[in-house]
């Protein structure tokens, strides 16, 4: 790989496709598609994993259907992709997804030459390199990606580009200087409208039996509602995030709901993931507080609407 932006616009671009031209990760996605339809998958995938990552991701594919036209793609990657195909240039998408899920997405978009993916008995992710240095050979390509785990391939790529890049990929996009498509920022208050922190106020109940005794003051059932109220916001965001997954496609084909964080792609799913993992445990954890601080069981009835 030479440092710096290559100007050689003749060679093909190999473009990666999770994280990269879409803002997601397919194999994620389909898997709580695959446990929306029947939990019991649950049981499968260890037992398709166990043969082979890429056996594991086909087999999901003969059962979950995708819409290209509501994923969540890479906007200005996207327009420059269709500008160097508009030139002439050689666009070939080579992913770690499924063959079925890379080929609806490269007819949708339609300015792919060729269509590089995982097959039932290889996973593409693992051989990226070795495979394109293969099919190349002595002959340079391009390459674009985003993850830590494209790095071998920029290395052997004559030009990379790097989009939405995770830290170990943005620390080698600054060392090389390669082209940058920066991911869109995140603020604040996307974090907190996903996790859907204004119906917290629904939880203020809580409180209501301490205030109307006058013992709103009294430090250990303070603490004890406050305590409560921790617990089931947690309870509530995690539920409502854990909703989000499940919902992705039909939220992507919904006016309004199609820019809620995971559906748009603000928010990654592994954060997701690990969003719902921290409030569930935040929600034992409080549990647990309020036991040991000697609380009475609350009863509340109620509902979180969307």
């Known amino acids: 790989m030479v440092d710096a932006q290559s100007d050689n616009k003749a060679i093909d671009l190999i473009v990666d496709l999770d994280g990269t031209l879409i803002a997601t990760d ?60 508009g030139k002439g240039r050689r666009l070939v998408l080579a992913t770690g997804a499924a063959r079925r899920f890379a080929e609806s997405i490269a007819a949708h978009l339609d300015f792919f030459d060729a269509v590089h993916a995982t097959e039932e008995a290889r996973n593409l992710t693992s051989t990226k390199t070795s495979f394109l240095l293969a099919m190349f050979g002595d002959a340079k390509f391009a390459y674009a990606g985003n993850s830590k785990a494209d790095i071998p391939v920029f290395n052997a790529a004559s030009e990379a ?72 916001s947690a309870a509530a965001s995690a539920i409502y995030i854990l909703n989000d997954l499940f919902d992705l496609p039909l939220d992507r084909q919904h006016a309004r709901k199609r820019n809620r964080a995971f559906a748009s792609g603000v928010f990654s799913i592994p954060s997701c993931v690990i969003s719902t993992a921290f409030f569930g445990w935040q929600t034992r954890s409080n549990a647990a507080l309020a036991a040991l601080a000697g609380s009475t069981p609350l009863s509340m009835q109620g509902s979180f609407r969307m």
């Open 26 to 85: 397919l194999l994620l996605e389909s898997v709580f598609q695959l446990l929306k339809q029947n939990m019991l998958y649950l049981l499968l995938l260890p037992v398709w994993a166990l043969k082979r990552k890429g056996y594991l991701k086909h087999q999901i594919s003969l059962r979950v259907a995708i819409d290209p036209a509501t994923l969540p793609y890479r906007g200005d990657f996207v327009a420059y992709l269709r500008e160097e195909h």
């Open 161 to 232: 580009i790097v989009v939405a890049p995770d830290r170990a990929a943005a620390r080698w996009q600054r060392v090389h200087s390669a082209r940058l498509f920066k991911a869109p920022k995140t603020s604040w208050k996307a974090f907190f409208k996903m996790l859907r922190a204004h119906q917290w106020m629904k939880n203020t109940l809580i409180f209501v039996p301490a205030i109307l005794n006058h013992e709103i003051t009294v430090w250990p059932i303070l603490l004890n509602a406050t305590i409560a109220f921790v617990a089931f």
